[in-house]
C-alpha cells in the first residue's frame, strides 16, 4: 500500500495553518474590542473620536400604551448634533417626570441611533381629585396603579377607562413635599382583590364601581382591613383582607343562587365573618 501522497501532505498542513491563524486573528480582534470598549467607556473622547455621527434616529420601545410618536414629541434631539454630545441623562430624566413611567433607560447605539426602553405603570383604579382653579372646584381624572402610585396617564383608550372601578376619592392626600398625589393605608388589599377578580370574576370584576378601605384595626391581635365595593348589584360588598381567593369564590356563588338573584340589587354583602355570609336585601330582610 502507498502512503499518503506528498500534495496530499502539504494541502492539510496548510488547510492546519489557515485554521490557526483565523482563529489568532479572531482572539486578538475580540481582544481588541474588550480593550476599546473599556476604554471608551473610560474615556468617551475615543469613543466620540472613532464614532463622530450625528443622531438619525430615535428608537422607542415601551411595554404599555406610549407611542414612538408621543416620545420624539418630548424628547427634541437637535439636527446634525453629534451622537456623544447627546445628553442622555437629560432625556432620561425628563421622560421620568411623567409619573405614568415607572422605568426609563437611555443608551447610544452606535452609529447614529439614541435608544429609549420604558416600563409603564398599568392602572387598576381611577379617581377624581378635586381641585380649586381660581376659586373653583374642579375634578381631575387620575390613576392609581398597584403600588398606590396616583398619576395623570396619556394614550389609555375610553373603553380601557370605562373598565376601571373607582377609587373613593378619600384614599387620596396630597403629599408632604411636592404637588404629586398618594394613597392612604390600603392599597395593597384592593390591588390584589382587583387582580383576582379581573382574571377569574370578570364578569362580577366589570360590575365594580366604587371601591375604598377602611384603616388598619389596632386593637385586634393580627391587624386586618375591610375592603367596601359598592356596585352594580349591591350598594355595599364587605371584604376582609384576608384569603380573598375564598370570598370571591363565595361571592360567585351566593350570586348564582336564584334566592339573592332574582332580588337583585342587594343593600349589603359581608364576608368580614368567617365561614357566615351576610345577605342584605333591600326590604331589609336578610340571610345568612
Known amino acids: 500500500m502507498r502512503g499518503p501522497s506528498k500534495k496530499s501532505s502539504y ?4 488547510l492546519r495553518k489557515l485554521i490557526l491563524w483565523l482563529l489568532l486573528i479572531l482572539t486578538l480582534s475580540g481582544l481588541g ?10 474615556y ?28 420624539s414629541a418630548v424628547v427634541s434631539v437637535k439636527k446634525d448634533v453629534d451622537i456623544m454630545d447627546v445628553n442622555i441623562l437629560e432625556i432620561r430624566d425628563k421622560l421620568k417626570l411623567f409619573r405614568q413611567i415607572k422605568y426609563v433607560e437611555v443608551k447610544r447605539a452606535f452609529p ?3 435608544r429609549i426602553n420604558v416600563k409603564e405603570r398599568r392602572p387598576i383604579l381611577r379617581v377624581l381629585v378635586q381641585k380649586k382653579d381660581s376659586g373653583k372646584i374642579t375634578k381631575d381624572q387620575m390613576f392609581v396603579d398597584s403600588e398606590g402610585v396616583v398619576f395623570h396617564a396619556l394614550g389609555y383608550s375610553k373603553e380601557m377607562i370605562a373598565r376601571l372601578p373607582y ?3 378619600a384614599m387620596i392626600r396630597k403629599a408632604k413635599h411636592s404637588d404629586q398625589y398618594e394613597c392612604t393605608n390600603g392599597i395593597d388589599g384592593i390591588a390584589t382583590l382587583m387582580s383576582m377578580a379581573e382574571k377569574d370574576y370578570p364578569n362580577i370584576y366589570s360590575q365594580f364601581e366604587v371601591v375604598s378601605c377602611d384603616k388598619i384595626d389596632k386593637k385586634r391581635a393580627v391587624p386586618w382591613q375591610r375592603i ?3 356596585c352594580s348589584f349591591a ?29 337583585l340589587p342587594l343593600l349589603k354583602l359581608d364576608f368580614t365573618l368567617g365561614k357566615e355570609v351576610v345577605v342584605k336585601f333591600k326590604d331589609n330582610y336578610g340571610v345568612r
Open 167 to 169: 377609587l373613593d376619592c
Open 44 to 71: 468617551p473622547n475615543i469613543r466620540k473620536a472613532i464614532f463622530s455621527q450625528p443622531v438619525k434616529k430615535i428608537d422607542f420601545l415601551s411595554d404599555g400604551v406610549l407611542s414612538a410618536h408621543w416620545a
Open 228 to 230: 367596601k365595593i359598592r
Open 33 to 42: 474590542y474588550v480593550a476599546y470598549v473599556l476604554l471608551a467607556e473610560r
Open 112 to 114: 447614529d441611533t439614541i
Open 11 to 14: 494541502l492539510k498542513r496548510s
Open 235 to 263: 350598594n355595599e360588598v364587605i371584604f376582609s383582607d384576608n384569603d380573598l381567593k375564598e370570598q370571591l369564590k363565595k361571592l360567585d356563588f351566593v350570586l348564582s343562587d336564584p334566592k339573592v338573584s332574582n332580588r
